[in-house]
């Protein structure tokens, strides 16, 4: 018999990835989105679009993080055997902005689900699997390097204490009420879905319309936060694999690499054919071109040595900022047999490639 599967967060980067897994695992799977007065679902309309090979197992539901009620409803119906709880408002320079929303939808968020499957019928509570996406946001201001599951959480932001909340109510309800409840500690995951605020997307994005001039300069704060990037695909992967796992866990998800903020520009700049050198100190730093490459990327550019191509700007920056995130996935790679297959140079790659197809047709559709 099909499994079924139930996710929050399907609209989203990971969420689009784990739901094709597991339509090729054949689940059924249905997902949870927002309404919304503008289409929010263009991650997984391509799934609708192979309908006979997986449109048929795909069922999309309206509800919300915020409605218990929608959570409960959609519990009962769906009767899923695994429940993967992506949904967020998971960008963490907004959660200073907006504290309140963010505690309810990424903390509350995940009891109110917790409590959904807890509530329900009592063979559903002993039968569902639940994972919450747990974040390397937790350990913050880092208390050891590399970071492990018995690392202290030291959050700084609104959305990393959120997300504390959520990972402690993931724990209790399995200690409470012997369900199977399992955190995966993600650290910072990309890909060419990603978000494009979030960092890597919108260098990746900028560098390639900047190649085609259709824009001038890449605005960015602080350059040198270090992050352990992986593929949001390696990474849906471990979440499967973390709900088939026997005895419910927590486990640390990552690359074991960190790299700065500045070193994935010059990356996604040099798969462009352009060397850049950075010049000026603090909110004066800028980044020029050094060089141009030669590359088999043929963008109209315009481009010449001394150009300045990147700018610091105050708004990017975070009242408290998460300087420097390593995990250490050890415990994955021997439990989970999980290990990450894409490096940061491919994922720069992968990225790039995508963004520059994006920006050329951009550009041809402006000079037709
Ligand atoms: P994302 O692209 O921002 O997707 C977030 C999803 O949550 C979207 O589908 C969004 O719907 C949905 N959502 C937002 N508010 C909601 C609400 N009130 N009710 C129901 N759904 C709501 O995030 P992601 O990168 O895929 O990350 C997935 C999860 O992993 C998040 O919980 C994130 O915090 C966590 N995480 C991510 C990373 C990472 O590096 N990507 C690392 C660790 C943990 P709309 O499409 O309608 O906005
Ligand atoms: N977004 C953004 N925009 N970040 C910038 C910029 C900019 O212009 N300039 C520098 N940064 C720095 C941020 O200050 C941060 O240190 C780093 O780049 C990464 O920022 P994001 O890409 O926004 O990701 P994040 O690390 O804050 O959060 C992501 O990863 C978490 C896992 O550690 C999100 O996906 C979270 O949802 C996730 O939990």
Redesign the pocket.
Known sequence: MKKTALI?????????FLAELLLDKDYQVHG???R?SSF?TG?IDHIYHDIHAKGESLFLHY????DSSSLRNLIMRTKPDEVY???????VKVSFEQPEYTAD??GL?TLRILDAIRDGQEDLSKKIRFYQ?????MFGKVQEVPQTEKTPFYPRSP?GCA?VYGFWQTINYREAYDMHCSNG??????SE???ET?VTRKITRAATRIMFGLQEKLFLGNLDAKRDWGY?LD?VKAMWLILQQEQPDDYVIATNETHSVRSFVALVFKHLGIEIVWQGVGMDEMGLVKSILKTNKNAPHSLKTGDCIISIDERYFRPSEVETLLGDPKKAKEQLGWKPEISIDKLAEIMTDHDYELAENEHRLKNK
Do not use: P
Not at 63 to 66: A, E, K, R
Not at 85 to 91: I, K, P, V, W
Not at 133 to 137: C, I, T
């Open positions: 929050t967060g399907i609209t989203g980067q990971d969420g689009s949870i989105i927002r919304s929010n991650r509800g919300d993080l915020s709880n992506l949904g967020a408002q998971s960008h939808i990424s968020g996406a747990s974040s390397s946001e959305y997300k500690i993600l650290f910072n995951h990309e879905r990603r978000g979030f949001a990474y």
